[in-house]
């Protein structure tokens, strides 16, 4: 019986620990500045290089001047979904970076995704999509969502399949 306890248990740490983020959260517009002494504690880089990937998205449904809500937070959705994981790292730059090169690219005004976009206390709900401007469609990210928890699943069976032969 013991055995059987720590499988559920240690299945559902696996799987749970696996599961992507579907939200980006709200906090990755407010300021996360460094207040007191915080010279060793540097945000990372981020891994997505939001330098070179497609804005077009916005100029196409987020236009001005009145910047309907409905149409720029879903282009806010579909650009940024895929990098959900990543934007929500508050230990790297990758939301400040993203949301920078979005009003430097498009000349959106401060704030506009900040007081506008919000779905509830999780942030944005996120479904799980390709990253804008992916040539064929499929991308490590995506492999990795739909991937990673069938490995942890099979991986995890086999642990419990184990745990109960002893």
């Given at each position: 019986?013991?055995?059987?306890?720590?499988?559920?248990?240690?299945?559902?740490?696996?799987?749970?620990?696996?599961?992507?983020?579907?939200?980006?959260?709200?906090?990755?517009?407010?300021?996360?500045?460094?207040?007191?002494?915080?010279?060793?504690?540097?945000k990372?880089?981020?891994?997505?290089?939001?330098?070179?990937?497609?804005?077009?998205?916005?100029?196409?449904?987020?236009?001005?001047?009145?910047?309907?809500?409905?149409?720029?937070?879903?282009?806010?959705?579909?650009?940024?979904?895929?990098?959900?994981?990543?934007?929500?790292?508050?230990?790297?730059?990758?939301?400040?970076?993203?949301?920078?090169y979005?009003?430097?690219?498009?000349?959106?005004?401060?704030?506009?995704?900040?007081?506008?976009?919000?779905?509830?206390?999780?942030?944005?709900?996120?479904?799980?999509?390709?990253?804008?401007?992916?040539?064929?469609?499929?991308?490590?990210?995506?492999?990795?969502?739909?991937?990673?928890?069938?490995?942890?699943?099979?991986?995890?069976?086999?642990?419990?399949l184990?745990?109960?032969?002893?």
């Amino acid at each position: 019986m013991p055995n059987r306890c720590l499988s559920a248990v240690l299945f559902f740490l696996l799987t749970g620990s696996a599961a992507s983020s579907s939200f980006i959260s709200n906090t990755i517009f407010e300021s996360h500045g460094h207040t007191g002494r915080n010279l060793l504690q540097t945000k990372k880089e981020c891994t997505v290089n939001f330098e070179n990937l497609d804005y077009t998205i916005f100029k196409n449904q987020c236009k001005g001047p009145q910047f309907p809500p409905e149409l720029c937070c879903a282009a806010l959705k579909e650009f940024a979904c895929p990098y959900a994981a990543e934007i929500n790292d508050l230990n790297s730059n990758c939301a400040s970076t993203m949301l920078s090169y979005i009003t430097q690219n498009e000349g959106y005004p401060p704030g506009l995704f900040s007081s506008e976009c919000r779905e509830g206390k999780d942030g944005l709900k996120c479904n799980a999509t390709a990253p804008v401007g992916s040539s064929n469609g499929t991308s490590g990210a995506q492999i990795g969502q739909i991937l990673l928890p069938f490995l942890l699943f099979v991986s995890s069976s086999l642990v419990l399949l184990l745990l109960q032969m002893l």
